[in-house]
């Protein structure tokens, strides 16, 4: 199957278009437009397979995208390219609702026009699927888990307007037929996470014995999952999800954000034995405006429907993670010196 992926030199794009050539066998056109957060060498793994094509594009550009569509006549979409960091959504709202709100609507539209022309593709299983983001249901109190019904409440620009998306997205296939999946997926940690997110910005300060910056007094939850279980959950989806249907992807990981720094600071005492205490650099600073207080998943129509189970524990995927930090400085050290020294965003 080939497929179009969207974002694909991004965090988990990068995941997804590795776990589909060398996973799942599948073939992968990549289009991304290469913001500060894309970046090529995250697909080292693949770029050289026969299986693998890239086009650098922004996906608000209309005819690029239908020309892509003609040109590679993929069987399937899955839409990952946004801008993704809540923080910089505060300090520049403009991209987000470009990318996010406008530039979805762009790939659904050209979607549209190319299964036009092409009726066979919806017998033939074409699937449209819209990944998204659990934050677009707002926060949760001490109780509760975020169900495929809860209703939409997001409290930043960057979750309102991956709610627009989302709405769009939905409206695209009952009006139009388009057979569209949206994905809701909980906080993703792992390999090649650009390092202004918390998990990669904490190892990354710590080796540097720079401060660890938690934000508020560190109670917020966010439920964790490493970044190749949403990738499986994807392909999933994509070969079993129904159209119209929404899946919630989480991995039952709930963590307070100070815990997760703490955890961080005791992996890195384990591997770096040298420098003991990481621990000491960590530094409360001013609260996120508008922090939601607590995000949880129930996964368990994913489980249920399509078989799907996180294979990480949070445990076991923030050593996988912390030892990968430490083993590829060739991967961050040119995003760190010359991209983003880890200064604050978005007061
Ligand atoms: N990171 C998470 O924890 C998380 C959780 C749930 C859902 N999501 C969603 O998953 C998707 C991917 O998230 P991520 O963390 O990998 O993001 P990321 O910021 O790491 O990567 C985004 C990618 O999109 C590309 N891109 C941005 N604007 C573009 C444009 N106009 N045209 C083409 N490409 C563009 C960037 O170059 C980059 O490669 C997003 O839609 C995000 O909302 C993320």
């Not at 990354?204 to 014995?209: E, F, I, P, T």
């Amino acid at each position: 199957m080939r497929v179009m992926i969207t974002g694909g030199a991004g965090f988990i794009g990068s995941a997804v278009c590795r776990h589909f050539i060398l996973g799942l066998g599948h073939e992968v056109v990549n289009v991304d437009k290469l913001t500060y957060a894309g970046n090529l060498a995250s697909l080292a793994p693949v770029t050289s397979s026969p299986h693998y094509a890239f086009e650098k594009l922004d996906i608000c550009d209309a005819d690029g995208i239908r020309a892509v569509f003609s040109k590679y006549q993929p069987a399937a979409v899955v839409h990952l390219a946004a801008e993704s960091h809540v923080d910089r959504s505060i300090s520049g709202s403009n991209v987000f609702v470009q990318t996010n709100v406008v530039g979805t609507f762009n790939l659904l539209e050209a979607a549209r026009e190319y299964l036009d022309a092409n009726q066979h593709l919806r017998e033939e299983g074409f699937r449209f699927l819209h990944v998204s983001t659990d934050e677009v249901y707002g926060s949760l109190g001490e109780s509760g888990l975020f169900s495929e019904t809860t209703p939409y409440d997001p409290s930043s620009p960057y979750s309102a307007t991956k709610a627009a998306s989302d709405h769009i997205a939905k409206a695209w296939h009952r009006t139009y037929g388009l057979p569209v999946i949206v994905s809701n997926c909980s906080n993703n940690y792992g390999p090649y996470q650009f390092p202004e997110k918390l998990i990669p910005l904490t190892v990354l300060n710590a080796l540097h014995g720079q401060p660890l910056p938690v934000y508020g007094n560190g109670s917020n939850i966010r439920d964790w999952l490493f970044v190749d279980d949403h990738a499986r959950a994807l392909g999933m989806i994509l070969e079993k999800g129904l159209p119209g249907e929404t899946y919630n992807v989480g991995g039952r990981n709930e963590r307070r954000n100070i815990d997760v720094v703490n955890q961080i600071c005791a992996c890195l005492n384990e591997l770096r034995a040298s420098e003991l205490c990481h621990e000491r650099f960590i530094t409360y600073v001013t609260d996120r405006p508008g922090h939601d207080q607590r995000y949880a998943i129930d996964a368990s129509k994913l489980e249920t429907d399509l078989g799907w189970r996180a294979q990480e524990t949070f445990e076991t995927g923030i050593k996988k993670t912390v030892r990968w930090y430490l083993e590829h400085t060739d991967w961050w050290k040119p995003l760190r010196n010359n991209v983003y020294r880890g200064e604050r965003l978005g007061l």
